[in-house]
């Protein structure tokens, strides 16, 4: 039998969050009083100090109170799944799911979820989060997330994944660029042209370790974090760029047109993915996300796959 109580779990994870005994107390509309003697209690229980007070500065987690935080908080979100999947029984798809999205896919999954699953929802309380893909998923780790929106890529260690779309690197040249023209060309091919790179961690992180794996020394000249900044000065001739996620019109914000070129060495792929904690009963709510996901991307690639055959030169002779 557990000598200690969820609640008292619970406290102590609002202490750890909050990083006092008076913040936790108001968070969780107790009196101060009230939480000290949980925490205290707590400690007895497990036998070991898990914070140190300081009547300035808050509390400070031991090294035994940072090692149980975690298995705390993986408890604490058990039980709260459990509750909600009675709940979900009964009334359907509602409470909280809070879902990161690494910042590189935000303008091309965020409208969709918004329109097509949480409006879909509304019983849901849905917290969208955007940053970067593997701070997220150490977010999600620690018991703030419940899922992660990113790439195969982006994985780190521990943690489950559902492909909802494949990905691979692509080329993109301005559209007067010598091999405008051409389905595909091989990266050493451009190894005396300046890259143009998108400059966040994951790409410096993966995408640049995988060119360079590939035999190509990207000659840096322009950097950006957005986007469309990237796609913008390679439209205007200063270099080519590397990308994965492909907007559905070859035009820069200014109007300019683009080209892409598949790239004819082996540079992998970097699917997109629904990160998440693995376990043998997901919510109902996270299953629902994770479904919504895998449809939207099948979707997204058939629409792909349609605007690149509008794209090819017609063969008249295939029509006799």
């Known amino acids: 039998m557990l000598d200690y109580t969820l609640k008292q779990l619970q406290y102590f994870v609002a202490v750890a969050n909050q990083g006092s005994i008076s913040a936790a107390a108001a968070a969780s509309h107790i009196s101060q009083a009230a939480m000290s003697q949980a ?7 497990v036998g070991s100090q898990l914070v140190v007070r300081h009547r300035a500065r808050g509390i400070v987690l031991t090294a035994v109170g940072s090692y149980f935080l975690r298995d705390a908080q993986a ?13 979900e029984r009964q009334q359907g798809l509602v409470g909280p799911l809070v879902i990161g999205c690494y910042a590189g896919l935000s303008a091309f999954w965020l409208p969709e979820i918004g329109h097509g699953f949480v409006k879909a929802n509304p019983g849901l ?13 150490e977010r999600m780790v620690n018991g703030y997330l419940d899922a992660v929106l990113t790439h195969t890529r982006h994985l780190i260690p521990g943690v489950g994944s559902t492909t909802v779309m494949a990905g691979r ?22 190894a005396d042209e300046d890259f143009v790179s998108l400059d966040i961690p994951s790409v410096r992180e993966n995408q640049l370790v995988n060119l360079r794996m590939s035999g190509l020394e990207p000659r840096i000249a322009w950097k950006s974090s957005s986007l ?57 709510r996270l299953r629902a996300f994770i479904e919504f996901c895998v449809e939207a991307g099948a979707k997204k690639e058939r629409e792909s796959a349609n605007r690149k055959a509008a794209r090819l030169p017609q063969n008249p002779a295939a029509d006799v």
């Open 228 to 284: 469309e900044a990237v796609r913008g000065m390679v439209a205007r001739g200063l270099g080519y760029t590397v990308l994965v996620q492909r907007p559905p019109v070859d035009l820069s914000y200014d109007g300019l047109p683009l080209a892409v070129l598949e790239i004819e060495d082996n540079v992998g792929h970097s699917d997109i993915c629904v990160a998440y904690i693995p376990s043998d009963r997901l919510s109902l």
């Open 75 to 87: 408890l604490v979100r058990h039980a709260e799944e459990v509750q909600g999947r009675v709940i």
């Open 39 to 45: 925490i205290t209690e707590l400690e007895r229980v």
């Open 125 to 137: 309380e849905v917290t969208l989060v955007e940053g970067d893909g593997a701070e997220l998923q």
């Open 169 to 190: 690197p692509y080329v993109l040249v301005a559209g007067n660029h010598w091999a405008a023209e051409r389905k595909s060309v091989h990266l050493r091919e451009l």
